[in-house]
């Protein structure tokens, strides 16, 4: 692993750096707590840190303290490296947010079993982070289509609506809705059927800008919260993401199939609430279905 030492005295980062990298560790060498200081605050900065305790400009348990003040879910793992031997001092450095320390001078066996223990730390604590994300990921997103799923992209609407209350702004939501959907699970199967969903999902995802949102609500049914800046009209956007998915060829394992929208449009207002809007847009996209289908309704 990548680990920093600091130290002002070159023999001792001499000696640090060799028996690091002995044990197979990348070294990063900083000559004093600034220069650490500096180092630690780049992004992809090393994981494991050996402070010396007495530096000139900024001493150790001053790093440390500034470390411990930054706000993330990433924080160094940092072995105090002293002369000191009281243990007010031990347990100065420790108080600052040591994690543990070492005196000088060290042995050499010792300080590759203390960065054992670190390095095995922040291995759990890079597992833990990762199973939390794996967990919220789960719990936000539509396991077939990876798509914000239905209390997300419903959470995300909410956010929308308060967001206009307080500083204005304009959007639209589109509900859309694959037609004749049953007839593809009834004559390719549902394998299929699914192949299609991930392959709207897909097309849908590439056809929006950055800032807007899409969602799947269940079964065929997908919602799209599109951000209305200053000249947007949402007909634009709407009826090209329309005749986008009706152009598009869909791979599956019954071939290529294309599929068509019917999507109702309802723009944010004033007073609306998430219900109203909904309702506006699905009664719109049941207008478009019962006009023929692929096409878009505006609700009045």
């Not at 180092?39 to 530096?55: E, F, H, N, S, T």
């Not at 411990?68 to 490296?81: G, I, K, S």
């Not at 059927?193 to 065929?220: K, N, Q």
């Not at 449009?265 to 809007?277: E, F, K, L, Q, S």
């Amino acid at each position: 692993m990548r680990i920093l030492i600091a130290d002002d005295d070159s023999t001792s980062r001499t000696v640090l750096a060799g028996v690091l990298k002995k044990a197979g560790h990348e070294v990063q060498a900083a000559v004093n707590g600034a220069e650490a200081w500096r180092v630690l605050r780049q992004p992809g900065a090393p994981a494991l840190v050996i402070l010396d305790w007495m530096m000139p400009g900024m001493d150790g348990p001053e790093v440390v303290r500034r470390i411990r003040a930054l706000e993330t879910d990433t924080p160094p793992y940092v072995l105090m490296l002293t002369s000191r031997g009281e243990k007010t001092d031990i347990i100065a450095g420790l108080d600052a947010g040591a994690n543990d320390y070492l005196a000088k001078p060290f042995d050499p066996g010792e300080l590759r079993a203390r960065v054992e223990v670190g390095r095995r730390l922040v291995e759990m604590q890079a597992a833990l982070i990762a199973s939390r994300e794996a967990l919220a990921q789960q719990a936000t997103h539509d396991p077939l289509t990876g798509l914000l799923n239905r209390r997300a992209i419903l959470d995300k609407l909410h956010q929308e609506l308060s967001r206009a209350s307080r500083i204005g702004g304009a959007w639209a939501v589109g509900m859309c809705d694959i037609d004749h959907f049953k007839q593809v699970n009834d004559t390719y199967g549902h394998l299929t059927g699914d192949e299609v969903l991930c392959g709207l999902a897909r097309i849908l995802s590439e056809s929006l800008r950055p800032y807007d949102s899409t969602g799947r609500m269940g079964g065929e049914e997908f919602l799209v919260i599109a951000a209305m800046q200053e000249q947007t009209d949402p007909e634009v956007i709407f009826d090209r993401l329309c005749l986008r998915v009706a152009e598009s060829k869909m791979t599956t394992r019954s071939g290529e199939l294309s599929v068509t929208l019917s999507i109702g449009v309802a723009r944010g207002a004033a007073g609306i609430t998430v219900d109203g809007i909904l309702e506006a847009a699905d009664a719109a996209m049941y207008q478009a279905k019962n006009e023929g289908r692929n096409r878009v309704v505006h609700a009045g």
